[in-house]
């Protein structure tokens, strides 16, 4: 069958403002999908809710658009069911560092082969632009005319302390390496985290397309950056708090760490998927556990 | 005999064993052909509080508990205090310490029933025996098998079979068994009024298993594959049994990172089309309750075990009652279909949970199973296992996921990467999926998914009536309320001839039968282990039926066989 990039679409238009980075977010991926050769009925994709979500309509894929904050959870249970889907979860940072943010640290931690796609347009936007985590201290939002009071947490320091087995750092205003990127985090086996910086000139107008140039530096450019190592990682996420550099490219990968479903005791060798298990059982030998 | 059964109870702290010796004389009495019920209680600590475990057995089967007892067999002196005023005329005490000393009223209760008292120091003949002082318990229980007259290779049968397993020097366990069994302190009148020989057993043994057991093998025989779960009294025991049987059973037992995890994990996992279930009480339902909603709209199916237990808030959370039924049939925001069950002993639940799955299926909607303590922990014994139920799913190709139809009910297909794809959605949405704020599809899509509880409504069974039609007196209730009254009506303890009729399906809810009896002029009274009638308002909100008389408890405790009689007898409870 030959895949083309309108396969990935419905006749849905986005509804999202001119400017927007969700558009090259959803391009990328549905890019991406085609060229790894995933077809749009091999693929599940995991919306959550928010101005990223409302893009689901215009996806034709399998996906479920669920809950404010859960789409990470829900894009586990699907993985669970069946491992042949390429299972991706589509969240933005309010939803993914507030609402949801134990399933995106136990994710990691399990290491679910799936990849999580954050819409880091910092700030919760569909709400109309109240402050999240990657809101700069002090920045003036929704109902914080003096600013935005607390810290920043340091979302790459948070992540990396996980121990992550992919964790990568994308730009919506570039969507080649964004592609790379996504097309990596599907191919690699375990949880990638993509975290994506993303414009939105609605809500976050001082972060335009210039800021974001000036600031972004791509991982390439540096001569001896080791990707496999954690520490130079850590180095790294340390230099982006104290300058307000943000590096793209993979932050940190590595492969030694087995899968959630790999290390199943229950499901060793067993090669179909539990969708296809659904049948009446024979449960005489399984008395013996009552109790 | 005493409402047909022979009791024994046991009664001590938290982590003395209670619960081993308990276990380890149910087992046996089923081994040896007699039904029990057996039922623990304990406090929400790990080591002291009160604790008891009462099994009472039978030649029929039945499935409660009674508020008296013939032999009360008591490791601390506060479970003494406790219970020795329930101990039945001519019964035994065993004390489990070298001296006793009764209050003068206990005294007095002693005499004037004729009650035996044998003091034994368990620990101390395990330590002659060369056992650790854990196994003092098994010295009780031989004891116990003795006074119950019945043969000791039963006993150590049984217990070479569950400890076979286990790292556990079964010599020395033995040796405690027979110890005890074998205990000059043993006298033959002590068995006097313990009438082993009335009860005539069958031959067959019994099985032996807990409701939450039922549940989890009904999950299993019914294609279950996957269960997300996190631990919260009565409703764990589901994901021990699960999780120890998963190497055998081969499908995956996963303990999420909290409630809203586990059942996120559960409807992502039944859109892609496996079967899969969680498991939960009344706080961490409470926290499921948006995923609820959201299965309720985007007509995902899913299935939730409601494990119920006493009070709001953190509640009394080792006791029992039914006082979540207005919440498993309300909870969660918006208009949305959905099916309430509850079930009421292990056979119930065997079969209930594989239901539970098919009308999840078919109607693409969350169906609660309603449990309760009671059931969830109480040990049930049974000759065998009803029927597997055939696998209904409904599964069916379409051109759209939402496609208005006549029944309500939409094409629904396993995601298949040969298949259409499809969008689930918590947002309203148009036949293909996609959001809609259009009033009139917002309208007829809300409606499409009404249209399905008519149709759930003419599957489900009308409540079941139990005993004679002439019965003047009908009561009604739901989940573990039908054990002590199906126990009172086919044993005949009742003076008066009573019937039951016995709510499974509680959502949506059958009235006819009901009314109709209350048309013919019988007496109706609604018994409830809730505080205000929950079965009964949603009866009322269906059928505009009041009831005039309601047996209501809310103690954390669950009807005994005595209340229902005393109630009947105009007693006070
Ligand atoms: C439980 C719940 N709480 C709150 C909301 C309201 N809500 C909808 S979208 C949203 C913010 C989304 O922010 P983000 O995840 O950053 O996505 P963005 O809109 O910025 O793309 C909120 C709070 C909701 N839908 N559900
Ligand atoms: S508000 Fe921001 S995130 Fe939302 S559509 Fe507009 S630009 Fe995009
Ligand atoms: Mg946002």
């Known amino acids: 069958m030959s895949i083309d990039i309108n396969m990935y679409s419905t006749n849905k238009q986005p509804t999202w403002c001119p400017g927007c980075g969700n558009f090259a977010i959803h391009v990328s991926l549905k890019k991406a999908l085609m060229e790894l050769n ?4 091999q693929a599940f994709i995991s919306f959550d809710i928010g101005c990223n979500g409302n893009g689901a309509d215009t996806v034709n894929t399998y996906a479920f658009k669920g809950l404010h904050g859960r789409a990470i959870a829900l894009a586990t249970g699907a993985h669970i069911a069946n491992r042949k889907y390429t299972v991706v979860a589509d969240i933005g940072d309010g939803a993914c560092f507030h609402e949801g943010i134990d399933h995106l640290i136990n994710a990691i931690k399990s290491n679910y082969d799936m990849t999580i796609l954050i819409h880091d347009n910092q700030n919760f936007a569909l709400t109309t632009g109240q402050a999240t985590v990657t809101t700069k201290q002090g ?5 914080l005319p003096e600013g935005k009071p607390e810290r920043d947490i340091d979302i790459n320091q948070l992540i990396l302390s996980l121990q992550p087995t992919f964790f990568a750092k994308a730009y919506s205003g570039d969507p080649q390496q964004l592609t790379e990127i996504i097309k990596k985090g599907i191919e690699h086996k375990g949880c990638s985290v993509i975290q994506i910086s993303q414009t939105c000139p609605t809500y976050n107008k001082e972060c335009t397309p210039q800021w974001f140039n000036e600031h972004i ?32 490219g993979i932050i940190h990968q590595h492969s030694n760490t087995p899968t959630f479903y790999d290390r199943l005791e229950s499901r060793k060798d067993i090669q179909s998927e539990l969708v296809d298990e659904v049948q009446e059982y024979d449960i005489t030998q399984l008395l013996k556990y009552c109790n | 005999m005493y409402l047909n059964r022979i009791i024994v109870k046991f009664g001590g702290q938290s982590g003395q064993g209670i619960n081993s010796v308990g276990t380890i004389l149910t087992k046996s009495l089923n081994r040896a052909g007699y039904y029990t019920f057996s039922n623990r209680e304990y406090p929400s600590l790990i080591k002291g509080g009160f604790a008891n ?17 013939n032999i009360l067999c008591c490791m601390s002196k506060n479970s003494l205090n406790q219970y020795i005023t329930d101990v039945l005329p001519n019964g035994v005490v065993i004390y ?12 007095e209760y002693v005499k004037e029933n004729n009650i035996k008292i044998l003091n034994i120091d368990s620990k101390e003949v395990a330590k002659q025996n060369n056992a650790p002082a854990i196994m003092a318990n098994a010295v009780l229980a031989g004891l116990v098998w003795k006074i119950l007259k019945q043969k000791i290779e039963i006993l150590t049968d049984e217990v070479e079979e569950m400890f076979k397993d286990k790292n556990i020097d079964m010599e020395a366990e033995k040796a405690c068994l027979l110890a005890g069994y074998n205990t000059p302190l043993y006298v033959e009148n002590l068995s006097q009024s313990i009438d082993t020989e009335k009860l005539k057993r069958t031959s067959e043994k019994k099985i032996t298993m807990t409701g939450n057991d039922g549940v989890s093998l009904g999950a299993l025989a019914g294609g279950m594959r996957a269960f997300f779960g996190y631990p919260m009294t009565p409703a764990t025991s589901i994901f021990k049994f699960l999780g120890e049987s998963a190497n055998e059973s081969k499908i995956v037992v996963k303990q999420a990172e909290n409630e809203i995890t586990a059942i996120q994990m559960a409807i992502g996992a039944m859109y892609m089309g496996t079967r899969a279930m969680t498991a939960t009480s009344g706080g961490g339902f409470d926290l499921m309750s948006e995923t609820i909603s959201c299965s309720g709209i985007s007509e995902t199916p899913l299935v939730i075990v409601l494990a119920q ?72 014994s049974i000759d065998s296992l009803p029927p597997i139920e055939k696998i209904e799913r409904g599964l069916q190709q379409g051109e759209n996921r939402y496609q208005i139809t006549e029944s309500g009910i939409s094409p629904r297909w396993i995601p298949s990467q040969d298949e259409k794809p499809y969008l689930h959605t918590s947002d309203e949405h148009n036949e293909d999926g996609h959001s809609t704020e259009n009033a009139q599809e917002v309208y007829e899509m809300s409606k499409k998914r009404d249209k399905k509880m008519n149709l759930l409504k003419d599957e489900i069974a009308e409540p079941e009536y139990f005993g004679s039609p002439k019965a003047k007196t009908v009561l009604v209730g739901s989940g573990n309320t039908k054990n002590p009254i199906l126990d009172i009506i086919t044993n005949n303890l009742s003076s008066e001839d009573i019937a039951y009729l016995h709510y499974e399906y509680i959502y949506p809810t059958k009235t006819e039968k009901l009314t109709k009896l209350a048309q013919e002029g019988k007496r109706i009274i609604l018994v409830e282990n809730n505080q205000t009638g929950q079965l009964g308002k949603l009866i009322t909100e269906e059928s505009g039926y009041q009831f005039n008389e309601k047996l209501l408890k809310y103690d954390g405790r669950p009807f005994f066989i005595e209340d229902i009689l005393n109630y009947l007898e105009g007693k006070s409870i």
């Open chain 2, 309 to 380: 237990r006493i009070g709001a808030g953190t509640g009394v959370p080792t006791w029992t009652g039914s006082g979540d039924i207005t919440a498993a049939v309300k909870t969660a925001h918006g208009d949305f279909p959905r099916c309430v069950i509850q079930i009421s002993d292990a056979k119930s639940a065997f079969t209930l949970t594989q239901k539970a799955f098919n009308i999840a299926d078919k109607y693409q909607l969350p169906v609660i199973i309603l449990t309760e303590k009671q059931i969830a922990e109480g040990l049930f």
């Open chain 1, 217 to 248: 530096i791509k991982l390439e450019t540096l001569s001896q950056y080791n990707n496999s190592s954690l520490e130079d990682a850590q180095k790294l996420a340390k230099e982006m708090a104290q300058t307000g550099k943000i590096y793209t």
């Open chain 1, 139 to 143: 920045k003036k939002m929704y109902a």
């Open chain 1, 38 to 41: 995933i077809s749009p009925s």
């Open chain 2, 96 to 107: 489990d310490a070298q001296t006793l000393e009764l209050e003068p009223q206990e005294q």
């Open chain 2, 53 to 69: 475990y009462q099994i009472d057995i039978s030649n029929s089967s039945i499935n409660s508990s009674s508020k008296k007892t």
